[in-house]
């Protein structure tokens, strides 16, 4: 009681200071919402991407069309409201839609619900507070790690040029989780994140992740380092941990990108622990209003056992993106993976995990 | 045949006289509509709640970050069209969302798909006509006693704190529903609504939902008597009966509510008849641009069996609301629910079912 | 690696002429998106139609509220964007819901998820490219044969007078499909879509299915000609395929709609082949700002087994519409199916397959 008690009055005190920064704002006591303000001020964004997808490997070819190719479809609601003395409220309410199929009758093709996200809202959904201090965001969310690596990569990680197709995240959205953003101080970002898991009661670490990244930018130049960690269920140790090290230099006709990640851990249902470094490698190259984009990855794994040996394995991939407006694209990529010692890794796309080792995508966006 | 010729003679008859109310809004005959209305007028509502839940109990504690928990989160989409003649349509289509996690782990913490709402568009989602008669809404909507009932509790049937967590309504929406409301005659409202079950065959009657209320409203005060009423699958009996008397009082510093509510039945799928009285009351006292919530309620089981006497229980509650612009609030809210004989009530949020008898909740909501 | 080569060249190509065309509006290369182009733009549309629904047949009569009677509800978003050179791209994502109850009890009511389509953004979904050639669809859409059925139809596909009761399509949308249709010409409307299916891999054809639809329209006469097909998931041949010759002329007083659908094959998970004949004559009369639909539809089952003979079977439909605005409509529709040798065909609607041979339905339904 003591503790909530002192929350209370925390709370009270927050809500003076927010009161005195902006005294004009503060609507009547106790007044129903709706009586004093007509709703309004909620932007409607998203992308409709369709791709021909061809895809081949040791089973066969695989020619189909799907959605979000180049990154995955999606509907969203934001808005910001203007708290005043430098503060800004904020949410995000963002879903994931299949636009091709509503089912998937091919395993290597299985897509979730939403195709990008495993319920309606599924995406990034929260909501943020900003100020002098920094940002915070309350909600489900990218790992910040995850954020970085698609900057870091040439294909923005879509398409089948994706360096995703090797350097796994074990899930791209973190829930349940507060990030902490600082301001920017002489060209450093630094964020961290924290996502609880849904306990119903024991250890509130089940199944807690955790995440960080630590970013300096200036001008053509970026480099970057990333955390990323989930716990076990039993809470006492890490259960995946991904370690990234990357960034570019634009020198104008070209850009050029690196990127290291090493991934360790046991992950539930995994049968074995992992142990994996990946080393990427890649170009992109202004080319009128598109840019074309190629990567080498090298996949290390650093795991021996009996039946096998080490599964390394490596990507070779080239795309082209042409804006035909502000709001149109037109994206083609390839990309072949060469697997070592009966590795069975797949070239997909955001949307899909793909079926053969080499895949060819055609297709078009609307960005809305 | 008779009866359908009846009816569409009604239906002439009533198109008479709608285009006699509005003769220069009607489109020509047998035109397609898209031809002639280009779409357009459709306001997007909603709202964004991340909370911190902390639940104690006899399992434990459970550290959570949950949406929704000041009130569920919801998307909504509704319009309105003058008819003419003081006659209105509209509509509401409003779904819920999870906004933090899409899955649950724990049994005590279960939300369902769209957290408040088992599926898309669960939520309020009905077609309107208003007009001199009063309205009709028919799709699916609250009961009106649920409205009543979350107008009444000091925390707006939301937090910790909510009369809910004891006073429950086992489902807050009633649909396939009609609901007629009449216009208000000196200061009463009366409110009538049928929810149809969804029969295949045999008596229409099964699970079908009844709802009525009676309020009366002037000035500073407030007091309504609500019925709900659902049948079992059979159609012979109630299978559960919701009576509940309550009201308010604002004093100006200080609001006064208080409220009973009795629930008899025998619903299906519980091993034995329910009889419950529930007693709350409440105060909430505007505090700067927010306000201060409390609640005691007194739960009174009046059933006993062979092994376990009348699970009483009571609750005590304490919140603070505070709204830091129209759209953007931040509140914090307490409650402990104390059983006996073995009682099993938690304490919830609209939400989550809750996983101990003690929960304390901190967090922030933006309404767009 | 040649044929893919061949292919990034041609894009190179496309890119080039599409930059010829438009060479203004070109984004900076390389340049984000979001730096250059706000958001805006999308368009909100959809229908929210709740009616009375009571369906008589052997096992009893069933009353029910039903969302979805005329025409199902829906939500949709939609975008268009000019791209010069008389070139338009845009997209559409479309989801339906379930406006009177998530659940179904009934088997004779049973509704999809999403009850006019089985996911979110599960009807019409695609990114279209329009220009001199014609246009071009990508994504979820509706059989071409499907969109003339129902403008020939007078009850537009909806209601209880919907000719689909009898003439089934097994599945209005066609998923992963890619649509091409040309420019009118002295008249004439010619379409051709392909519908892929999901394979993993194995032959490509499995699942696939083909549409096309020859339309001559001039002024009151409109007469079709379209063809659906569907493969079996062995590939080897056609699981259904639907043949339909259609039209109306329009009189003014009085428009005269008439149709022949034959439908043949052998459907995945159905006992016996498929061979019926659907012979529709149906009117449309104007009054005042509604309109007054009747068809007669006889159902030839040319199909005879050991156990059964042919189950031929015949359906009335009477309807009237009134447009109380632009946006509000109301409308009621009966119709009855008269079964031969034991045939079960029900009345039903867009949302649900009905409990009886006979339908009355009294609704209102508002366009957004």
Redesign the interface.
Known sequence: MNK?LL??AL??A???I??AQ?PA???D??AP?DA??P????????R???GLVV?S?P?????????GVAKG?D?G?K?S???GGGYR?????E?G?????????????TSP??CT??????RG???D?YGPFGGIN???QYPVGHSYLMLVDPFGGGTAGQVLNLADVSGPYV????RYMAPTLGGFNFAVELG???????S?A??RENGASLIYGSGPASVGLTLYEVRNSNGFESARRNVLLGGWYDFGVV?VHAMAQRSTGHPTGVALPIDVLDLMAGL?V??????VMATYTHHDDRTSFADHGDQDAHQWA?G?L???????S?Y?A?ARITNQNGGKLTVGNPSEHG??NES?N?G?????
């Open positions: 909530i929350v209370f709370l009270a927050f809500a003076g927010a009161a902006d704002s503060g609507p006591p106790v919402k004093i303000a709703r309004a001020g909620v932007t409607i964004y998203g409709l991407d369709m895809d490997g089973a066969g070819r695989s020619v189909r069309l799907t959605g479809n509907l609601f808005g409201e203007d708290l409220a904020g949410f995000v309410a879903t839609y299949c636009a091709d199929s509503t089912t998937s009758s091919g395993s290597g093709t619900p939403y996200g495993s319920n309606f809202m599924g959904t929260h909501v507070l309350v909600g489900r829930s349940n989780a507060i609880l898991g849904e306990p119903s009661h024991g509130w089940d199944g850009k992109t202004p080319a009128g209003a598109g840019k080239l082209y042409y804006w035909l407006t502000r709001r149109v037109i083609a390839w079926t053969g060819f055609l078009m966006a609307y960005d809305f």
